[in-house]
Structures are given as C-alpha cells and as structure tokens.
C-alpha cells in the first residue's frame, strides 16, 4: 500500500495539528493504519492505530492527547494531536498492514509513508 502523510508544519506549543495519511490505493480501505514517530536519532516510536472498522488503540504515552480516526470515503486516516508540546517535535510517519494486532511492532510493519514534520516552538 502506498501511503502519503501530510499536515506537518511549525506549530506553537499548547496548539493542535491534524495530520492526513492518505491513499490512492484500494487496498487502504482494508489496512490497518498506525501512525508512529521518529527522533532524530533514535527508532521510531508508535503512537495509534485503527482497524478498517474504526476500533482505535493508543500508545499509554499519548491517551488523551491524541486521536486516530478514519474517513473511508477519502481513504485517509487522521492523527489529531491537541496540546503539542516541544518534545512532540518529530517526524511522524503513517504505516499500514493486514494484522491491526502487529501495527505496534515497527518490525512487523512493510508499508510505511514518506512521513511528515511536526516542530513544535516554546
């Protein structure tokens, strides 16, 4: 599945962004979604994932901060992220695969977009 993550961009802390990972691909439509994180630097680091029936899991680090959720009509998935903070500074990246219950193990993933940049200004 070929995915395109957008939203990224310069934001204050304390706003919100919304990030789109999108597809042209039919097979989006039956994938489960995650989305992850990267430091410069280190591995990269799951946050969410939502199956095609829109039952969403979190990471324990971002419950309540952030969301996952589906529009299969424009085969996108969003990550909402609410009170940003400098350390959220990062790359985020969409990945997607058959198995919702892999989608936490970055090993297991095949499918990944080319991922977006979140920096996050104090």
């Known amino acids: 599945v070929q995915l395109q993550a957008s939203g990224g961009g310069l934001v204050q802390a304390g706003g919100s962004l919304r990030l789109s990972c999108s597809s042209s691909?039919?097979?989006?439509?039956?994938?489960?979604i995650a989305w992850y994180r990267q430091f410069p630097g280190k591995q990269r680091e799951y946050l969410a994932r939502i199956s095609i029936d829109d039952y969403a899991f979190y990471a324990d680090s971002v419950k309540g901060r952030f969301a996952i959720s589906r529009d299969s009509a424009k085969n996108t998935v969003y990550l909402q992220i609410n009170s940003l903070k400098p350390e959220d500074t990062a790359t985020y990246y969409c990945?997607?695969?058959?198995?919702?219950?892999?989608?936490?193990?970055?090993?297991?993933?095949?499918?990944w977009g080319q991922g977006t940049l979140v920096t996050v200004s104090s």
């Open positions: 691909d039919t097979a989006f439509s039956t994938a489960a």
């Open positions: 990945a997607a695969g058959a198995l919702l219950e892999a989608m936490d193990n970055p090993q297991r993933i095949r499918s």
